[in-house]
């Protein structure tokens, strides 16, 4: 199976600031990659998909960048509905998997 | 506007067996691929398995391979999950997760979710 690892696994930040979490894949897996947006007690939510793609009604503040092993997710500027955890997801090959996941504190 | 409710969820004894549904609406169920999704208590999320649209196609993760299967009938827009030798690590919230539109195929990546059901293996 493909790992996905997630960096970090906790950030504490502020409204306003801008954060970058990252997420490294054992293998290449091309621009196959989701971001998702959890919040606790509810299901996760899509926000991008083939690495940089956003979902339709996700606020610009977020984007993704990255291909092959090395992807981020940055929110340009933080508010105060962003603070959830974060997962990566590859969809390059069966089984999927997932980041252990980076969780978004208020500072 | 899409709509996934899990239900068959509970406590049940290792070894033991459980069928979870999901009823979808909002959108043409045959032409999409559905999965299932799982969340340990207080841990990230694993795909668990995946079928096509036209249900000729599933896959699975090596964890649940050989115990569950996953189904679906379309004339009733409901997936389903048979789970059986079921073991304290199965324990967990399932999700049944609508693949992203990739006519029909399995994409990979889920845009819309259920919220969820418990199940608890214990003894």
């Known amino acids: 199976d493909i790992q996905m690892t997630q960096s970090p696994s906790t950030l504490s930040a502020s409204i306003g600031d801008r954060v970058t979490i990252t997420c490294r894949a054992s293998?290449?897996?091309?621009?196959?990659l989701a971001w998702y947006q959890q919040k606790p007690g509810k299901a996760p939510n899509l926000l991008i998909y083939k690495a940089s793609t956003l979902e339709d009604g996700v606020p610009s503040r977020f984007s993704g960048s990255g291909s092959g092993t090395e992807f981020t997710l940055t929110v340009s500027s933080l508010q105060p509905d962003d603070f959830a955890t974060y997962y990566c997801q590859q969809y390059y090959t069966y089984s999927y998997t997932f980041g252990q996941g980076t969780k978004l504190e208020i500072k | 506007e899409v709509h996934l409710l899990e239900s068959g969820g509970g406590l049940v004894q290792p070894g033991g067996s459980l069928r979870l549904s999901c009823a979808a609406s909002?959108?043409?169920?045959?032409?999409?691929?559905m999965s299932w999704v799982r969340q340990a208590p207080g841990k990230g999320l694993e795909w668990v398995s995946s079928i096509s649209g036209s249900g000729d196609n599933t896959y699975y993760a090596d964890s649940v391979k050989g115990r569950f299967t996953i189904s679906s009938d379309t004339s009733k827009s409901t997936l389903y999950l048979e789970m059986n030798t079921l073991s304290v690590d199965d324990t967990a919230v399932y999700y049944c997760a609508k693949d992203y539109p990739f006519g029909g195929v399995i994409s990979g990546y889920f845009d819309y979710w259920g919220q969820g059901t418990l199940v608890t293996v214990s003894s």
């Open positions: 909002g959108f043409t169920f045959s032409s999409y691929a």
């Open positions: 293998q290449s897996i091309s621009s196959r």
